[in-house]
């Protein structure tokens, strides 16, 4: 506690170091909420920068910027089903189907909330557990767990956003399928290439989420506005009550853990941690059929879980040096520029940084908290803008978007392409949302699949044999019973009554 | 939705999950650290798509008696309604598509307030003030924001327009 206090007196007290903090809160709002300028990108622009700040105010600035960029792409996946990055995709999911019913301040009340319950707790946890959670993550979580442990939320994924569990099936099949498009992650052998160059390195994710969400969504409400079945989002500014988040307490606390666990695991971080999220509210619903519809659950699970992760994403950086991710990665490049190296002994030489860097999370969630009860107040009102001239922004800015990452038209194209195919799909009753699970848990999964079986001498019985692992996949065999059984409980139920 | 279009659908899946076999062939080869070669992945989930088509397809034979204005309730059970595309919808696919090209052709800043003007006309927009003017205010602030403020880059186009661009984008800043 008194360490807390007194990295949180050095953050407080020097001008500088306020303005920094209040800064990488704004920027990384405002980048993580518009498509095409994500953290990733301020992140990677102001790291020459930092040489000339303080190694306390830089570290503490990528914390900031960290926290708040993550928040901030859920407004935009909310509002317009854009999502500001891909740990913020399955925030759309259910987040825009509620603004379509008039819910739009409510979501973003649920995510505001919920990001900075999740931000704030794994700042708590982070503070009190860096070494002994570590060591157990590493150490427990090899390829074979984490194979198993994406075994388990692909069999989830089925249920997600199709009426129709073939469906949900054949959506995850063609975003696992798609997945497997570029070099494959054992010898970089080219898969469904056809010799085009772009192709080698795979189906930008980016696009593919901005494409099958935002484009084929600005091609529907055309269709709409053409058979004169568009309908205007209604506007409320109603925050969600107190009891309406008690109803959700165990969704917040499951999200945490899921988040938290997730964000150990180097390589794996914010993003796993939303969709496995997401995936866990689905299975442990009583009315799973409403997730995809804007159940609120479906908010609050991928936003408390990504923001845990933040936190827990530290762990590993700073007591062993392993980063989580993108962002966590140029992290330990302010830590190269002003010559220190992260690992156990950081905590030893420079605990000043380590806790100006552990507080600045803590009180950037809170933060986020203020700001963000006061946005879903006014931001909102952006939906009283006309669709019409709505959806022209959509699609310039998804194609920045697109294309700032690569700077590859090719990307714009895809993009347009998922979209058309989308627009399709949705309209047949698909899941989008489980084709974009099922290329991102596929991508992961596949490299960890390869690592497990050459542990496992190429024994598929041997994933039976770690308890984990057999734990986690006797749970994913039980949800494909159990999904199917549900399925055919209630046909033979309508047909009993139907012969009665 | 109907059996017929359903079960156009399952044999749609087959004919693509065919097609994504019969190229894995071109990388089925053991590779030096994993015997299974690069295909193995692709084949489990041919495997996996070709069981959910199969499913798709026993549903329609399994299907009993509908009720009366109430959804089967197994694998496939909703009516959908697929209202035909409207020829504005399909423009509204293919003007992307030509931005794109344009874009690739006389760059972002030159094809884009073309695109916003078409676009923002084909979403319904008739009156020519609301055109001309949301299109200027709206490309003014793009060129603002990108070009300005956070130097994205964007697409240059080619030859001449290039150059062009590379001028206009100097002025700016």
Redesign the interface.
């Known amino acids: 506690m008194q360490e807390f206090l007194h990295g949180t007196e050095l953050l407080f007290t020097s001008p500088i170091g306020v303005s920094i903090f209040v800064g990488g809160l704004l920027g990384g709002l405002v980048f993580g909420a518009i498509p095409g300028l994500n953290v990733l990108t301020l992140a990677a622009v102001l790291l020459p920068f930092t040489a000339w700040f303080p190694a306390e105010h830089a570290i503490m600035l990528y914390g900031v910027i960290y926290v708040s960029g993550i928040y901030g792409g859920a407004i935009t996946a909310i509002l317009f089903n854009i999502p500001g990055s891909v740990e913020n995709a399955p925030t759309a999911f259910d987040g825009y189907p509620m603004t379509k019913k008039g819910e739009a301040s409510k979501a973003i009340g649920y995510a505001v909330t919920c990001s900075a319950i999740g931000g704030t707790l794994s700042a708590i946890l982070m503070m009190f557990a860096t070494e002994p959670l570590a060591d157990f993550a590493v150490s427990t979580f090899g390829p074979i767990e984490i194979t198993a442990l994406i075994f388990f939320g692909l069999t989830v994924v089925a249920g997600v956003g199709s009426r129709s569990l073939a469906k949900g099936w054949l959506s995850l099949g063609l975003g696992l399928l798609i997945g497997c498009i570029g070099n494959d992650p054992v010898d970089a052998t080219p898969r469904y290439t056809f010799g085009v160059l772009y192709l080698s390195g795979g189906v930008g994710f980016i696009p593919l989420i901005l494409g099958l969400f935002a484009v084929s969504e600005v091609f529907i409400q055309s269709q709409r506005m053409a058979t004169g079945t568009h309908r205007k989002p209604k506007i409320s500014v109603n925050f969600p009550t107190v009891s309406e988040f008690w109803a959700l307490r165990w969704a917040v606390v499951r999200s945490t853990v899921i988040g938290w666990f997730s964000g150990i695991l180097p390589g794996v971080g914010a993003t796993l941690a939303a969709f496995l999220s997401y995936n866990e509210a689905v299975r442990w619903s009583k009315t799973p059929e409403r997730f995809g519809n804007g159940e609120p659950e479906g908010v609050v699970a991928p936003e408390t879980a990504n923001n845990a992760a933040t936190g827990a994403a530290m762990i590993p950086l700073l007591a062993l040096g392993l980063p989580g991710g993108a962002l966590t990665a140029m992290m330990i490049g302010v830590f190269n520029v002003h010559d220190m190296d992260v690992g156990p002994l950081i905590m030893v030489e420079a605990p000043d940084l380590v806790w100006i860097l552990f507080s600045s999370m803590f009180w950037a969630s809170l933060a986020i908290l203020l700001l963000g009860m006061v946005e879903s107040k006014t931001i909102v009102h952006l939906l009283r803008v006309p669709f019409t001239l709505l959806a022209p922004g959509i699609l310039v800015f998804s194609t920045i978007g697109a294309y700032a990452l690569r700077s590859n038209i090719f990307d714009i194209l895809s993009m347009f392409l998922a979209g058309i195919a989308g627009y399709f799909l949705r309209k047949s009753d698909y899941s989008v949302a489980a084709i974009v699970m099922g290329v991102i848990l596929g991508k992961i999964g596949e490299n960890s699949l390869a690592q497990a079986l050459t542990m496992l001498d190429f024994n598929y019985l041997g994933f039976f044999q770690e308890p984990v692992s057999a734990v986690l996949v006797v749970a994913g065999l039980l949800t494909i019973v159990w999904n199917l059984t549900r399925r055919l409980r209630k046909y033979f139920g309508v047909n009993k009554r139907v012969t009665s | 939705?109907s059996r017929r279009r359903t079960l156009i659908?399952a044999a749609g899946?087959l004919f693509f999950?065919g097609v994504?076999l019969y190229?894995?062939f071109?990388?089925n080869e053991p590779?030096?650290?994993?015997?299974?070669g690069?295909?193995h992945?692709?084949h489990v989930?041919?495997a996996?798509?070709t069981?959910?088509?199969g499913?798709?397809i026993a549903?329609q034979f399994?299907k009993?008696?509908r009720?009366e204005g109430?959804a089967?309730?197994?694998?496939?059970?909703?009516e959908?309604d697929?209202?035909k595309?409207?020829?504005?919808?399909v423009a509204?696919?293919i003007l992307?598509?030509l931005?794109?090209f344009g874009?690739?052709k006389i760059g972002f800043l030159i094809a884009?307030p073309i695109?916003?003007f078409i676009?923002?006309w084909?979403?319904?927009?008739r009156s020519w003030r609301t055109l001309l003017g949301?299109t200027s205010c709206?490309y003014v602030s793009?060129v603002l924001i990108?070009y300005k403020w956070?130097f994205?880059?964007?697409?240059m186009g080619a030859g001449w327009f290039h150059s062009l661009n590379g001028e206009i984008i100097g002025l700016v800043q």
């Not at chain 2, 590779?31 to 299974?36: R, V």
């Not at chain 2, 089967?72 to 909703?78: A, K, S, V, Y």
């Not at chain 2, 595309?85 to 919808?89: I, M």
């Open positions: 939705m659908e899946w999950v994504a190229f894995s071109d990388f590779l030096p650290g994993f015997k299974f690069a295909a992945w692709p989930i041919i996996f798509m069981v959910a088509a499913v798709l549903a399994l009993g008696r009720i109430q089967d309730q197994f694998f496939d059970e909703i959908e697929i209202e595309l409207k020829p504005r919808t509204m696919f992307p598509l931005w794109v874009m690739h884009t695109f916003i676009c923002t084909l979403m319904g927009v949301f709206f793009l990108f956070v994205t880059p964007l697409p």
